[in-house]
């Protein structure tokens, strides 16, 4: 297969899991809620397939939490189950990435 090819390949799949997951609810590859294994909720920029700030496992990725200050695993989060209040204390807390 041609560079061009596979890189094409690449590229289809990523649209394709990306549309998968918003079928499902969740806004991936933008900014989206994450919980932490500790139940702090935060945003972040989730881009599927690309390790941007942490392990990218699928539907969990390591990564620092910004509310509890640690390393934890995190899971994104319907924002539609979320009070009002939950998705303030969520966006009021971005994952700022520092290298
Ligand atoms: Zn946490």
């Given amino acids: 297969m041609k560079r061009s090819q ?9 649209v394709v899991a990306t549309v998968v997951a918003r079928r499902r609810g969740y806004r991936i590859g933008g900014n ?7 139940g702090h909720l935060s945003t972040t920029i989730w881009v599927p397939g690309v390790k941007l700030k942490g392990l990218d496992l699928g539907l969990a990725k390591l990564q620092h939490c910004p509310v509890g200050q640690h390393w934890s695993l995190v899971t994104p989060v319907r924002e539609s189950t979320l009070t009002d209040e939950e998705l303030r204390s969520a966006k009021s807390h971005h994952d700022l990435w520092v290298p």
């Fill in 6 to 14: 596979s890189f094409g390949a690449v590229v289809g799949l990523l």
């Fill in 32 to 38: 989206v809620v994450v919980r932490c294994r500790q």
